[in-house]
């Protein structure tokens, strides 16, 4: 079945540090791609989102791009700030609109 | 932005008693909403589908008797955990979906049954 697996945290990043969050996934057909973010005491929260191979998403500084050669979806933002840390998701949508998400990342990032 | 609430956000009940969980989607109506289950360090795990209306779609190996899911309005979905146990405690997260085919998540329910 499909599924997602994305690189386990928790990750802890100093301010203006690159940030890389490794996602790749398992899938029949053309699934969409995307990245949720969940900040402490929130519920999860669109970030960005792909829909076709080599589309890239983009929003607040992240990106990740739909990389259907090597089936990933990595998670970058060039320079991170302390309210980035949160919990990020990377999950994929398939064509019977069933979502499967990644274990989630907890990422924080110290001033 | 479109709001989904979820309530409550934590709750505790004794081994064999029953739980309501509330979702409501507050400025969209939704005719599809979903109930996720995430265990300690795992995946959300999608538990069902809730259509407005009709009858929930559960994923295998969930149990449709225990985990009872209404879908009483386009902006309501409630999930009644029946004769609850130790094992079901767990972080439950509903979502729906807008008419932009956006989805927007609850903030959640811990579930601790003693």
């Known amino acids: 079945g499909n599924s997602v697996t994305q690189m386990e945290g928790p990750v802890t990043l100093s301010e203006e540090a690159f940030l890389t969050i490794n996602c790749t996934y398992t899938a029949t057909g053309y699934p969409s791609l995307f990245w949720y973010v969940q900040y402490p005491g929130e519920g999860l929260q669109l970030l960005l989102k792909a829909t076709k191979a080599d589309d890239k998403g983009s929003n607040k500084g992240f990106e990740a791009t739909y990389r259907k050669e090597t089936t990933s979806f990595h998670l970058e933002k060039g320079s991170v700030q302390v309210s980035d840390s949160a919990v990020y998701f990377c999950a994929l949508k398939d064509n019977n609109n069933d979502m499967r998400f990644g274990a989630g ?4 990032v110290k001033p | 932005g479109a709001v989904v609430s979820q309530h409550p956000s934590w709750v505790i009940c004794k081994s064999g008693t029953s739980v309501k969980i ?12 979903f109930w996720y289950r995430q265990f300690p360090k795992q995946s959300l795990m999608l538990m069902a589908t809730s259509n407005e209306g009709s009858k ?7 149990e ?9 309005s386009l902006t309501l979905s409630t999930l009644t955990v029946t004769s609850a146990h130790p094992e079901d405690s767990s972080f439950y997260i509903c979502s729906a979906i807008s008419l932009g085919d956006i989805q927007y ?3 959640g329910t811990r579930l601790s049954v003693l």
């Open chain 1, 105 to 108: 990342t907890r990422l924080t």
């Open chain 2, 22 to 33: 509330e979702c409501r989607s507050l400025d969209f109506q939704a005719t599809t909403m």
């Open chain 2, 56 to 62: 929930a779609t559960y994923e295998q190996g969930v």
């Open chain 2, 64 to 72: 449709k008797d225990k985990f009872l899911i209404n879908h009483a």
């Open chain 2, 105 to 107: 998540f609850g903030a």
